[in-house]
């Protein structure tokens, strides 16, 4: 904002160098409008016909509402198996909303709906035949903030999902449930002497793994992450990081992030999310290998974002 | 609104303006402490005249001993608020979860403001009703039918009333009149389940029902509990509706459809005093004291556990 | 970090849950509560004689579980309890509605009988069977509560104040809890109290106005405390603080700045406070007693007041009782429309003063 600081570069990185000129800001300001026109003239590039969906998720032409508003608009992108999808963009450009879609979270809100297809392993989740209810047991779910149900122990927490599902487990198989899954989340060793604990009463990055443990003791096909280190310390942060990456063998995950060098860190594939202004849809502007949408992205709004310049 | 302020004062006046401020904080501060003691005044007050009326009883004569008199009465008071509570608890929680979980968004709030008229009507309404229009369904319709097929229950033994004017009417007007607060209490509680635990449940494929029995019901327990025994304190001293309802005679039983049932103390006091002379006023002011001392026990368990519960669901 | 084993590949048995399933269509839920309704009929139909209870109960009951029967078949376990849940919740509510549904409209038609000027223009005296009205009733009820009023509302105030401003300590805490107990009060006992205390001023026996309002008093002041407790504690701090910065003195910040500020709620806890002491009977039976006379004297004597007044009209309507009866439930009726003007009121009162951005 203020210049002349007489020489100083400023701090590069997120925020660019320090403007001197008046030019220079006048030119910034006409780049950031080249930036929105772009984003504005994106048409989302239509799936090839044969796609083979076994395995996949396969998102095609999805437009996500609250109520008559247009919040997402065209998303077309295919999303790998036991693979980490980045999804990125600045803020409001409809990355929570769109990840919510996937395991039809978005339509509990009161008005909201999704329009299209989401194909998960062939199977259209949107299709007006489908329960809901099923839906997010096949897709579950981290949320931004930890939460453990207060009123249960970690042993019951981890178990919350599978005791919805099924008849009454023996205890042996219980045990040994639970187990796995707080070991597949890392968890195990640091609370095996008190699995009768609160699940309140562990730190934040604890409580954050015991929330995954939970969302994996149902064995669902694809883990959804909603920013799950935003609300964490960075050591608690690496942990989780460290464990996605363990986790991506069994899981197809789909983490969105405002990180982008978390985003770097953990993606195999990386999509990028714009919006062109306050009261315009979101859109995917470009989706493609995490390496490259860093280093060498098509577009320049990617660019510009992946730089620092904007948003 | 806008608030009104002096004029900043002048410099140099200092000294005198702080001692008019002073007088007037202390002028100011002063009455609303005493009006702070004068609640403990008035309290200590209600339990001294209560027990001065009352001791009479005890060192004169009256024409059975005080125990056996206030027994049926303690044991009616009890049974009828103990029976409005189990019809009105379940029933209150069901209508709290509608209208915080199950109804439109639009209609939460007239909703809950429909409800609370329950508890504006004035409790002599609900006599009138419960006696007049009431208890004759339930006489017609109700009590002959449970005399018949449950009768082996000591509850509904019978023979059943005729004019329907029994326990179980009045417990079922009780229930009535004491389900708007259960269900206040409750509602208030349901919707601060946090959003973030209820989309927990759901998002590990929970349907609505069991998302509220795994989010909803364990974070909001206490508050229920804390509303049931509030809704039991009113139950216990509810005094009109008992009174114009019951029919009463000195009797100890748990039949509930029969002509012959135990009064409440306070429907006592209501249908004795009018007519009552000497020691008889003060041995129904003692009944008033126990009466007292049985809602005092109530209400300070509900407050114990609304503080104890609320500190808990934190964390 | 250990590397975890792959799991066992998901024991190829069990094929993947089918995300569709069927559902309980619109359909199938109507004929269900027609199913209801019909069987709940036949509890009647065979004698002739509509019986609206057996046929309610039955109903209700043959719906909720009709309808876990049908869903558990066409959409499973977990959903059909879903959609029990969801009836009995809904039952539920249907059942409250019921009695507020009837008490309403028994107080209206039976009332509306005697809805006339004379019931509101005459009192009992020398009233035998026919005629008469409430008007003496009406009178006491507006004196005894407006003493009422006039006490408990600068007392309620004044401790609110205290507690919310002044009080830090074990004084505070023990008003406090003593306002508690105060809410608990059964309103027959806080009568009994006011009888008592006027004993000593008046002897054995004494009845009057004043007596009842003491004994209202007693009930209203502490639902005035709580209600202006928590508005003056929304006001926010920075408002004080701001008045204070200004170099206004405590009292006058309190009177100027947090009063008008927090107004509309507390004149809305006032007015809900009177709506609900105002249809107190118990305290009033054994204070100030019933009469058949206008008695403008508070300080004396016995004083009729409608919820009174329509209990004893009730409960001794005399020959032919009908006359009794009617006047009876106009009383009643007139007390439920005061209560109910009350209750809108201050509904509105609240809306309307409420400073923007509270």
Known sequence: MSSNDGGSDGDGGRHG??????????EMTEEVHDTAAEIASIEAVPLPDDVDVTNRIVVEHLHIYYGDF?????????????????VIGPSGCGKST??????????????????????????????????????????????????????????DNVLAGKRLNSKRLKKSEADGLVEQALRDSNLWEEVKDRLGGPGSGLSGGQQQRLCIARAIAVEPEVLLMDEP????DPISTLAIEELMKELRENFTIVIVTHNMQQAARVSDRTAFFSIEGAGKPGKLVEMDDTETIFSNPQRQATIDYVTGRFG | MTATLDAPQQPGSLKSSSGVSKLGDKIFGGVSKGAGILILVVLAAVAAFLIAQAIPTFTGETDKPFPQYVGPLIFGTIWSAFLALVIATPLAVAVALFTSHYAPRRLAAPLGWFIDLLAAVPSVVYGLWGSGVFAPVLARSVYPWLEDNLGFIPLFKGPASTSGRTMMTVALVLAVMILPIITAISREVFLQTPRLHEEASLALGATRWEMIRQSVLPYGRSGVISGAMLGLGRALGETMAVAIILSPANIITFNTISNQNPNTIAANIALKFPESAGINVNRLIATGLVLFVLTFFVNAIARRIARAGFSGAEG | MTATATRPPAAAAPAPSPLTSGRFTLVQRLAVVAGAILVGALTWIPSGAVNWAHWAVVSVVVYCAGTYVVSRIVEGRRHALDRLATAVVTSAFGVVLLPLISVVWTVVQRGWARMDA??????????????????????????????????????????????????????????TAMVDVMTGIPS???????????????GPGARSGLSGAIALTVLMTPVVIR???????????ELREASYALGVPKWKTIVKVVLPTSIAGILTGITLAIA????????????????AETNLNPFSGRMATLPVFAYYQYAQPGVPPQNGLDRAWAAALTLMIIVAILFTGARVLARFLRPKGL
């Open chain 1, 70 to 86: 247009l919040a997402v608009e065209d998303v077309n992108m295919i999303i790998e198996p036991k693979s980490v999808t980045a």
């Open chain 3, 227 to 237: 209600a202006s407790e928590e508005m003056l504690r929304l006001v926010p701090n």
């Open chain 1, 98 to 155: 769109f990840l919510r879609t996937l395991n039809r979270m978005h339509e509990v809100i009161v008005g909201a709906r999704a329009d299209g297809t989401v194909l998960l392993d062939g199977e259209n989740l949107y299709d007006p035949r489908v329960d809901p209810v099923a839906v997010r047991r096949k897709v579950g779910m981290v949320f931004q903030r930890p939460n453990p149900f207060p009123t249960m122990s970690i042993y």
């Open chain 1, 229 to 232: 280190c935003s609300a964490l």
């Open chain 1, 17 to 26: 160098p320090t403007l001197r000129t008046l030019d220079e800001r006048v």
């Open chain 3, 188 to 202: 027959i006992v806080a009568g009994l109290f006011a009888y008592a205390l006027f004993v000593l001023w008046q």
């Open chain 3, 276 to 291: 609900r002491v105002i249809g107190e009977t118990a305290p009033l039976l054994v204070t100030a007693g019933i009469a």
């Open chain 3, 118 to 175: 004379d019931f509101f223009t005459t009192s009992m005296r020398g009233v035998v069977s026919e005629g008469g009205g409430a008007w003496h009733a009406i009178v006491g009820t507006l004196i005894i509560t407006a003493i009422t009023t006039v006490i408990s509302v600068p007392f309620g105030l004044f401790t609110a104040v205290y507690l919310v401003e002044y009080g830090q300590g074990r004084l505070a805490r023990s008003i």
